[in-house]
């Protein structure tokens, strides 16, 4: 194992706590409830997941290849809320994510170097909702999404790796929202984006469980995947990353 190898590890560690949080929801509701004001609220959700790909700033490439770790105990900050109202046909999604990730490790060999990660991350989503119908299950979807990244890797002597990017995309998409009984519900989310990025698409499976008229869980699998390259040479920035996972939320309806 080399140094890069060790920033790549914990470069990964550090994304992976970071995105720990991000995820998509919705809520199936009752035809009923159509033409009135539907509003839903998960104030922390979680995705466990796995990245794969390459992360690069200038001459400093990091390839990443990792699965689920917990990285938890190494959280410094976080804040995380998923809001939806909608009335009618029409709706509106809001949900922010930040995180502050503080890893280090140690390099190989005879005289090992402690190199330590401060990796603040935050993620907004805005967007707005058509829905077709109540007895449709298909709803439209577009919005934008930006992607902050600042992530700093030292040694005791210096900075190795330096990162304070922010990616705005614009996206498209569809959602699939069904209710199977009175307790249970199928989501399925998919949309594609593009921007600073070169190209940015997500999708979202998922159950959810009907606790109470004022409360859910939600249980799915979420791929999101980033692909980005801006500036060749000593500027250069590359993000090529897939992440996968499970998540769960617990959400407040009324």
Not at 23 to 28: D, E, G, L, N, V
Not at 142 to 148: L, V
Not at 179 to 193: E, L, M, P, V
Not at 226 to 240: H, I, K, M, P
């Amino acid at each position: 194992m080399n140094d890069k190898r060790t920033i790549g590890l914990l470069l990964c560690k550090a994304l992976i706590g970071s995105l720990l949080f991000f995820s998509s929801f919705a809520w199936a509701g009752s035809n009923e409830d159509f033409d009135s004001w539907q509003n839903s609220l998960a104030p922390l959700y979680i995705w466990g997941m796995s990245l794969s790909g390459s992360m690069s700033s200038g001459p400093v490439t990091a390839p990443i290849e990792i699965e689920f770790t917990d990285a938890v105990s190494d959280l410094e900050g976080i804040f995380t809320f998923h809001y939806e109202g909608a009335k009618g046909n029409w709706g509106i999604i809001a949900d922010h994510s930040f995180l502050n990730i503080v890893p280090s490790a140690e390099t190989p060999g005879p005289l090992p170097i402690v190199l330590k990660v401060d990796m603040k991350n935050t993620i907004t989503e805005l967007a707005g909702l058509y829905r077709f119908g109540p007895d449709n299950p298909w709803q439209l979807l577009a919005g934008i999404r930006q992607y902050q990244l600042d992530v700093t890797v030292t040694s005791p002597s210096l900075t190795l790796l330096s990162i304070d990017e922010t990616f705005n995309d614009v996206f498209i998409g569809g959602r699939y929202v069904r209710n199977i009984n009175d307790k249970w519900s199928f989501i399925g989310r998919a949309d594609i984006g593009t921007g600073d990025s070169d190209l940015v698409w997500n999708a979202f499976a998922a159950f959810d469980y009907r606790f109470s008229k004022l409360l859910s869980g939600l249980v799915g699998w979420r791929v999101l995947e980033y692909d980005v390259d801006s500036v060749s040479g000593l500027n250069r920035l590359q993000y090529d990353m897939t992440h996968s996972g499970l998540g769960l939320a617990l959400t407040f309806h009324w």
